[in-house]
């Protein structure tokens, strides 16, 4: 039985460690190849992407796959309808595998927005001075016009090109980080807001609680819309899904 894995999370990394040791089953994950020397899965990795729907679903057939979980970042929302679509159009059963969203707590002060223009607006009037934008490289430059704030931007890798910030550091670090570490980090820098989006999980959480200790705001992106498939949110469930009934009447 060959199985796909849509890759590049935490999430989409225990899944294969999981499989890739069962006899008979051949695992294969796909990383977007966003990042420079990607962490390879267990089993086979493939990095790039299939081209669309079209694509996806050709792959599926050349490659007789007969399961796909996808367990792609939250915030992918175009791979999470291409994989819909294009398992559809090859009739390969589909699983949505998702660490589940981050919830707010008595004593957070979050704003959600939908997009990063109301994040902009709500730094802009919201009397925001010392600001923490941990959101990832590629979606900077939405807030580099703000010159009156001063900004610090922690990425794993660098931008490039780093958008023209009037005011900002950039520190380069990689989860998970400890609430120990946060606090300083937050208390250091005189942070009064932290911008951020929804991933969910526990690498990234203790910002959140030191940010309620400290009193701190948070802008927080809410996730975008997925398509309605079957869904697991724990590995256990994610390895039920695969050994039930709807997988091994593909295989």
């Not at 089993?43 to 490659?63: K, N, P, S």
């Not at 256990?236 to 091994?248: E, F, R, S």
Request: glycine fraction near 10%; include cysteine.
């Amino acid at each position: 039985m060959n199985v796909l894995i849509l890759g590049g999370t935490t999430e989409a990394y225990a899944l294969a460690d999981r499989l890739a040791s069962r006899a008979g089953l051949r695992v294969v994950t796909s990383l977007a190849g966003r990042t420079s020397a990607p962490r390879m899965a267990a089993g086979e990795t493939r990095i790039g992407g299939f081209g669309g729907v079209e694509g996806l679903a050709a792959y599926l057939r050349e490659q007789d796959i007969r399961a796909v979980i996808d367990a792609t970042h939250p915030f992918a929302a175009t791979m999470g309808w291409n994989a819909r679509d294009g398992c559809r159009a090859a009739s390969v059963p589909l699983l949505r595998f998702e660490r589940p969203a981050w919830t707010a707590e008595p004593g957070d002060c979050w704003e959600p927005v939908e997009h990063w223009g109301q994040a902009v607006d709500a730094l802009e009037h919201g009397g925001s001075r010392r600001v923490l934008l941990a959101l990832g490289r590629q979606e900077l430059a939405p807030f580099a016009g703000l010159d009156a704030i001063w900004f610090l931007i922690r990425a794993v890798t660098s931008p490039d090109p780093m958008p023209a910030f009037h005011s900002a550091h950039l520190l380069l670090a990689r989860g998970p980080f400890s609430l120990d570490d946060e606090r300083e980090l937050l208390d250091t820098h005189k942070i009064d807001t932290i911008v951020c989006k929804n991933s969910g999980g526990e690498a990234t959480a203790a910002k959140l609680i030191a940010a309620r200790e400290l009193g701190i705001g948070v802008i927080m992106r809410q996730r975008p819309a997925r398509p309605a498939v079957a869904a697991a949110t724990s590995l256990d469930a994610a390895l039920a899904w695969l050994d039930g009934p709807t997988c091994t009447s593909a295989s």
